[in-house]
């Protein structure tokens, strides 16, 4: 569960920073990153928990997630529709881990590798 939220994550910070650029109007829309190399986003968050059952304890996922002071990713190479990137996960405790992975504008597809078990 902890990965696909972190997947999650880095699926919708990595496609909020990319943007599609259009060409002109005589030619077919061709996508475009729109990011270069060395481009680095930093992203801070808190998780919270709510529910109807106060007997329900907080899920050790909300808790976990809680502990990550940062996550931060840095492209890493950018050619044509294909962008890679790196995305370094920071806790609280000191420790990071980091993942790469790319993203194809073109048709969207994401792929993640180095996701923990």
Known sequence: MKNKIILTIFILSTLSILSISVASAQSPQLASPGVSKGDVFQYNY??????????????????????????????????????????????????????????????????LAGMRP
């Open 46 to 111: 808190n998780v919270s928990w709510n529910s109807t059952d106060p007997t329900l304890p907080v899920p050790s996922d909300v808790i976990e997630l809680n502990q990550t002071q940062s996550f931060q990713t840095q492209i890493t190479s950018v050619s044509g529709t294909l962008v890679d990137a790196q995305v370094t996960s920071t806790y609280r405790n000191g420790t990071a881990y980091t993942q790469t992975g790319f993203v194809d504008v073109e048709s969207g597809s994401i792929h």
